[in-house]
């Protein structure tokens, strides 16, 4: 499967909106492409130093986030929504 590919089922973005989503990354700096050492013909995606850092400051961000939406909750009410989460996902084949 051609990388625009797996990256687009990665990511949740339809496939054919992929190569742009990818062009704005690499325009901002986050991504490269590179010549994919296993078919010279497709360019592999990668991240740049500033894309992982990028990377870094979101997930930060959602940790903070999650942390004050689940504030709220016990432990134990934590854990059981954690478990029904698992559940729904694993339903729906994820």
């Known amino acids: 499967m051609p990388v ?4 687009s089922r ?4 339809d496939p054919r909106n992929a190569v742009p989503v990818i062009d704005q990354l690499e325009r901002r700096n986050l991504v ?13 995606i990668a991240l740049t ?6 990377i870094e400051e979101l997930r930060l961000a959602g940790e ?15 854990a059981g929504l954690h478990q029904a ?10």
């Open 32 to 44: 490269e492409r590179r010549p994919d050492r296993a078919d010279r013909r497709r360019h592999a």
């Open 85 to 94: 989460l698992r559940k729904l996902l694993a339903a729906r084949g994820g």
């Open 4 to 7: 625009t590919q797996r990256l």
């Open 64 to 78: 903070e986030v999650e942390r004050e939406l689940l504030d709220c909750l016990s432990e134990s009410e934590r």
């Open 49 to 54: 130093p500033a894309g992982r850092a990028a």
């Open 10 to 13: 990665a990511v949740g973005v």
